[in-house]
């Protein structure tokens, strides 16, 4: 089989997802790479792998896939996108202090308040849109800046270019979660990130069928401290995952084109309705850091976050009334979801703070899928009847 290598960027994307590179099976001919289950490998392999703890071919095969993607040198896959998390975050020190954007995935805020903090991490949160964050940075110094764009579930969008803009002169890494975007819309180590994070069980795997996460950068450094955590941490994803995330990158490029096309029609048809407060897409007009997300992202995405007027109890209903939108977590499947973050996602986040955010009970989160549009439409006319 021809390598046409992770970074081959005369390639156009959809010939880079679908082939990949090394499939570790030459002598069969295999077209699909197949499953290594094997916990451990012969001494002395052409490979170089000894046990799947430190290494494994779907792991290295995922690993050239998404490092193509991000257009970048290095990538590492784990167990999932807390397991990436925490293995970036292993690589500070007690007292060190990491400095926030505000509005995170809820989990990632359980880990920093409830976990790393017993072991004398410090966390600071600030707003990333106000002018005033990247004072904050030249003032506080921290050890590292930690980053989503677009939030969860808010979408706030942050001018990446502008913080790497002040970090950079001071040595201070930055992390992105980049989620919600993928690389097919926005490339964080482009504007200047030294790290960017995904968690692949959502957009990159899309069927909602295997957990993952993975960190991508041009660091050397960086990369070989991934590469430890992964080995020394035991973060490492199954073979198994890392086969179905590989098959289901192949077609990112077609279901988020679908996603994002449907996801925009869906923003226009709720901000029309006289129940809803606001909708956040990021590319409608009317999102607070629309010329940003403009300059920044390729697309909108298709994440959908709409504020109603509605108890906890009348949003409930509308949710499970829906047929085609399923009250779930997570997203970035070809189906279509819907979240109540409030008392999901960001279930373990402080009364106060969802209070302060702006999370409240009439909040809702779509993840916008594949289905036909005139269905999804149908489907949120009939369910938005009981807020009449």
Request: hydrophobic share 40%; net charge negative.
């Amino acid at each position: 089989m021809n390598d046409p290598g992770s970074n081959s960027t005369n390639l156009g994307v959809n010939t880079r997802v679908i082939h990949h590179g090394e499939s570790f099976a030459r002598e069969t001919g295999t077209v699909m790479p197949p499953i290594f289950p094997s916990s451990t490998f012969a001494h002395g392999n052409p490979g170089g792998f000894d046990y799947t703890r430190s290494g494994n071919p779907n792991f290295r095969i995922l690993d050239s896939v998404l490092a193509s993607l991000e257009g970048c040198d290095h990538a590492t896959v784990f167990a999932s996108g807390v397991s990436a998390i925490t293995a970036v975050v292993s690589q500070l020190s007690q007292g060190d202090l990491v400095l926030c954007e505000e509005n995170l995935y809820g989990c990632t805020v359980r880990l920093f308040d409830q976990v790393f903090a017993k072991f004398g991490l410090r966390t600071q949160w600030v707003d990333f849109t106000q002018p005033e964050a990247l004072d904050a940075i030249r003032s506080s110094q921290p050890a590292m800046v930690w980053l989503e764009s677009p939030t969860n579930p808010l979408l706030k969008v942050i001018d990446l270019g502008a913080v790497c803009a002040v970090t950079k002169p001071l040595g201070i890494p930055v992390v992105v979660d980049n989620t919600f975007a993928t690389a097919l819309v926005q490339r964080p180590l482009e504007l200047g990130a030294t790290l960017s994070l995904t968690s692949t069980t959502k957009y990159i795997n899309g069927h909602s069928d295997a957990l993952g996460g993975a960190v991508c950068t041009n660091d050397a450094d960086w990369h070989q401290k991934m590469v430890f955590s992964q080995k020394a941490l035991g973060l490492q994803p199954s073979p198994f995952d890392c086969w179905l995330i590989t098959r289901g990158i192949k077609t990112l490029p077609l279901r988020l084109k679908q996603q994002m096309a449907n996801a925009a029609a869906l923003a226009d048809q709720l901000a029309d309705h006289p129940r809803v407060n606001w909708v956040r897409y990021p590319h409608r007009p009317d999102h607070p850091q629309n010329a940003v997300a403009r300059h920044q992202m390729a697309a909108g995405g298709a994440i959908v976050t709409v504020s109603f007027q509605a108890t906890q109890e009348q949003t409930y209903a509308l949710c499970k009334q829906l047929q085609w939108f399923t009250m779930a977590e997570s997203l970035g499947g070809i189906e279509s979801l819907i979240c109540h973050p409030a008392t999901m996602t960001h279930a373990a986040v402080s009364a106060e703070v969802k209070a302060k955010l702006g999370i409240d009970d009439g909040l809702v989160r779509f993840s916008v899928g594949c289905e036909d549009l005139t269905d999804l439409q149908a489907d949120l006319r009939q369910a938005l009847e009981l807020l009449a």
